[in-house]
């Protein structure tokens, strides 16, 4: 059925210049140049994966992780993002606690961040 098919991510962002902002000088991403200019979307790639912001007045309203980024250095990664002023979020609930923002999962540790329009967004380490 989706032989020929490729998956995009797609983040909310209601001040798109904003988003932009933390998307290129906090996380470090360029804009692609596959994609036409548009004045309410701007298009990534991370890691091979497709990621398009895209302006709109329901940003911030997921209350699910909306982007998971795969590192091989949990560590390394959350310090460089902690010196560009991240914030990694700390849970304690049934099923989910974190140390320093980290969550041992089994077979993963994960944290969790917002961007500027509040959308949850993950780094994950395997073990």
């Known amino acids: 059925m989706f032989e020929d098919a490729r998956g995009a991510a797609v983040i909310a962002a209601s001040d798109l210049d904003r988003a932009r902002s933390f998307y290129e ?10 994609m036409p200019p548009d004045d309410d979307a701007v298009f990534y790639r991370l890691g091979g994966v497709p990621l398009m ?5 329901y940003a911030g309203t997921a209350q699910n992780t909306v982007f998971a980024v795969e590192t091989d250095d949990l560590e390394r990664d959350m310090a460089a993002l902690r010196e560009k002023g991240v914030v990694f979020k700390d849970y304690d609930f049934p099923g989910l606690t974190t140390v320093d923002g ?15 329009e509040g959308n949850a967004l ?3 380490q395997r073990n």
């Open 25 to 34: 000088g906090v996380l470090g991403l360029t804009p692609t140049d596959d």
């Open 122 to 124: 993950a780094l994950s």
């Open 102 to 116: 980290i969550a041992d999962l089994g077979g993963q540790r994960s944290a969790w961040f917002e961007d500027t």
């Open 53 to 57: 912001v895209y302006r709109t007045t």
